[in-house]
T-cell receptor
Framework: AQKVTQAQTEISVVEKEDVTLDCVYETRDTTYYLFWYKQPPSGELVFLIRRNSFDEQNEISGRYSWNFQKSTSSFNFTITASQVVDSAVYFCALSEAKNSGYALNFGKGTSLLVTP | NAGVMQNPRHLVRRRGQEARLRCSPMKGHSHVYWYRQLPEEGLKFMVYLQKENIIDESGMPKERFSAEFPKEGPSILRIQQVVRGDSAAYFC??????????????FGQGTRLTVV
C-alpha cells in the first residue's frame, strides 16, 4: 500500500530563516511521481513541483529547492530565506496509477508559520 | 483559459439535506478526480471519472455518496442525507485525455461544506 508521511505537523520560523519540510513515502511501484503542493490560508491548492522516480537530480527554483533521495524514500523541500508569504500548509503527494489515469496520495501536511 | 471551476465555494446544509457540488474541468479535459479534505488532514482520493463513466470509486463511502460526469455539463458530487462528519473541503481536479502520471492534474479552489 502506498503511504506518504510528513512527520512535522507544524513548524514556526522567523523570517529569513531557512526551513526544510520532510516527506517520506512508501510504494511498491517502480514508476511513480512525487509532488509538493502549497495550501495558503485562502484554501486553494498551488502546484509547486512534480518529480519522476527516475530523476534524482535536485531541483532549485528561486528560494525553493527539493532533495529527492530514492535510497531513503524521501523528497524533502527547503525554503531558503523564508518570508511571511510562505506561511501555508504544504502537502507532499505520491501518484498512484488508476486504470487510464492516476490519483494522488497526500500526506497530512506540514503547517508552516513564518513570523516577521 | 479558465481553470477548474468549482461551485459553490461554500455550502451550508442542515443534517439530512442533500449537498450537490459541481466541478467544471478545464477546457479539453475529460478526466475528473474528486478529493475530500477533512479538517487538519490531507486530501483523500474519492473517485475518478471520465465522460459518462466512473473509472475508480475506491475512495467513495459506500452509502449516501455518488458522482457523475455527464456528456454535457459539469461533474457532480452528490451527498445525500448529510451528517456532521461530511463537513469538509471537497476538491476537484481535472486532466486531459490519455493522462499519464506525467500529466499535471489541475485543482479547483474547492467547495467547503458545513453541515449544521
Amino acid at each position: 500500500a502506498q503511504k506518504v508521511t510528513q512527520a512535522q505537523t507544524e513548524i514556526s520560523v522567523v523570517e529569513k530563516e531557512d526551513v526544510t519540510l520532510d516527506c517520506v513515502y512508501e510504494t511498491r511501484d517502480t514508476t511513480y511521481y512525487l509532488f509538493w503542493y502549497k495550501q495558503p490560508p485562502s484554501g486553494e491548492l498551488v502546484f509547486l513541483i512534480r518529480r519522476n522516480s527516475f530523476d534524482e537530480q535536485n531541483e532549485i527554483s528561486g528560494r525553493y529547492s527539493w532533495n529527492f533521495q530514492k535510497s531513503t524514500s524521501s523528497f524533502n523541500f527547503t525554503i531558503t530565506a523564508s518570508q511571511v508569504v510562505d506561511s501555508a500548509v504544504y502537502f507532499c503527494a505520491l501518484s498512484e496509477a488508476k486504470n487510464s489515469g492516476y490519483a494522488l496520495n497526500f500526506g497530512k501536511g506540514t503547517s508552516l508559520l513564518v513570523t516577521p | 483559459n479558465a481553470g477548474v471551476m468549482q461551485n459553490p465555494r461554500h455550502l451550508v446544509r442542515r443534517r439530512g439535506q442533500e449537498a450537490r457540488l459541481r466541478c467544471s474541468p478545464m477546457k479539453g479535459h475529460s478526466h475528473v478526480y474528486w478529493y475530500r479534505q477533512l479538517p487538519e488532514e490531507g486530501l483523500k482520493f474519492m473517485v475518478y471519472l471520465q465522460k459518462e463513466n466512473i473509472i475508480d470509486e475506491s475512495g467513495m463511502p459506500k452509502e449516501r455518496f455518488s458522482a457523475e460526469f455527464p456528456k454535457e455539463g459539469p461533474s457532480i458530487l452528490r451527498i445525500q442525507q448529510v451528517v456532521r462528519g461530511d463537513s469538509a473541503a471537497y476538491f476537484c481536479a481535472s486532466s486531459p485525455p490519455r493522462a499519464s502520471m506525467n500529466t499535471e492534474a489541475f485543482f479547483g479552489q474547492g467547495t467547503r461544506l458545513t453541515v449544521v
